[in-house]
């Protein structure tokens, strides 16, 4: 068994060890010491980082066979004195967020009944899954500031070992899932838990506890929280964002959600003005349009090509000349939003889609598609007007005669 350090002294982040053995795990060069300050994941808490003679530590753990603590190393190290560091910037993250945790963990015990079931120390952010159906809003508040009080009454958080009987006389959150001597982590007068991860000295230490999000997750509930500088590094990244938004809007920070308000009634009558515009705008264009229709043998054929339209006129004038009979109709735009929109009126004999294909392998280009009564496809800026024109009245010429 490799003598774990992080339980003795959790803010052991330099120490000397001899190896034990120098082997592989899964073709990388691995190590085991006869000591190590190096916590391997477990428990929720992710492995440490750092080096062994200079050499990274790339992961961190337990052989199930024989419980001894396997470094990954980026390279042999073939040494048998090693002088191992450890990423104190990383581990005191990992025991800020763990220590948080039981406190968060006790603290929704005790507000909502709600005993935690799983903990994960993520990337991002840390979460716990609770075994509640619901969490209101006014509860995940009174756990998260009973959570805060606990932080800033700055209690002791002490460690010691008990045999497998002494247990039940402890009142634990919750029952180890080890066999043998059990380890506890105790949150002075507040939490009693077994726990074989690092933890800080005193709750002051956590820093602040956030709760971020929480959401339903099989049975339970998901909550996501940030303790310490996970949690004042996300306030900064969040007040940062929120005074950008601020100023882009020309509002002070307590005048924002009126200031979004305000866009959205803005945005939702202008909105209404497009629409009404372009209803106007059809009615005026449609006899226009209706006028150039020209006989073919399988009834009516328009053609229209505009410079440049605003996005959605197209499809709803195609389908407004189209609706009322075998009319063969293709209309098109160009500008930034440019399309062809091809439509075929009840009793055309060809469909719209191949239609809109013969078109584009013509003018070159691919993309959009459509049924058999409309197609339609966005023109590359690269096409030019004049081409267009020219190939829709050639397309028209020959679809007369293949129609015919
Ligand atoms: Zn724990």
């Known amino acids: 068994m490799t003598l774990r350090l992080y339980w003795e002294d959790p803010y052991l982040w330099r120490f000397t060890a001899r190896v034990v053995e120098e082997t592989t795990y899964q073709g990388q060069p691995a190590v085991i010491l ?21 050499i990274p530590v790339r992961e961190v753990m337990e052989r199930e066979e024989d419980g001894v603590i396997l470094h990954l190393l980026e ?3 073939g040494m048998q004195e090693v002088e191992g560091i450890v990423d104190g910037e990383r581990r005191f993250d990992h025991m800020q967020q763990h220590t948080g945790q039981h406190i968060l963990s006790q603290a929704f015990l005790r507000v909502a009944g709600a005993q935690t079931v799983s903990f994960h120390i993520g990337h ?21 500031e009973l959570a805060n009080r606990v932080v800033l009454e700055n209690r002791e958080v002490r460690t010691w070992w008990v045999n497998g ?33 690092t933890h800080v000295r005193r709750t002051g230490e956590v820093g602040p506890i956030k709760i971020l999000k929480w959401e339903r997750r099989g049975g339970g509930v998901r909550v996501s929280f ?9 306030y ?56 150039k229709a ?24 195609a389908r407004r000349l189209s609706a009322s009979g075998p009319r063969l109709v293709i209309l098109a735009a160009g500008g930034s939003a440019g399309l062809l929109a091809v439509a075929c009126g009840p009793g055309i004999p060809v469909s719209a889609q191949q239609i809109l294909e ?29 081409d267009l024109r020219k190939i829709l009245e050639e397309a028209s010429g020959e679809l007369t005669r293949s129609a015919g």
């Open 165 to 197: 009987g002494e247990v039940e006389a402890l009142g634990l959150r919750r029952s180890p899932s080890v066999e043998g001597p059990i380890r506890i982590v105790e949150v002075a007068d507040f939490d009693r838990s077994p726990c074989g991860g």
């Open 294 to 317: 020209c006989p073919v043998p399988f009834g009516e054929l328009v053609i229209h090509v505009w410079a440049q339209l605003p996005p959605g006129l197209l499809p709803r004038l």
């Open 75 to 77: 390279r042999p190290l």
């Open 358 to 386: 013969r078109i584009r392998s013509r003018l070159g280009f691919s993309g959009g598609g459509g049924r058999s009564d409309y197609a339609q496809a966005p023109l590359p800026p690269t096409i030019s007007m004049a």
């Open 226 to 234: 940030l303790c310490g500088w996970r949690a004042l590094r996300d």
């Open 34 to 54: 006869d000591r190590t300050a190096f916590y391997p994941a477990g428990g929720g808490q992710p492995s440490d980082r750092g080096t062994l003679n200079g």
């Open 124 to 144: 991002e952010v840390v979460t716990i899954d609770l075994e509640t159906t619901d969490l209101p809003e006014a509860v995940a508040e009174a756990a998260e």
């Open 236 to 291: 900064q990244g969040k007040y940062r964002r929120l005074l950008q938004v601020a100023r882009l809007l020309s509002a002070g920070e307590a005048d924002l959600m009126e200031a979004v308000q305000a866009l959205q009634r803005e945005l939702k009558e202008a909105r209404r003005s497009l629409s009404l515009l372009q209803e106007l705008y059809i009615e005026e264009v449609l006899p226009t349009l209706e006028r």
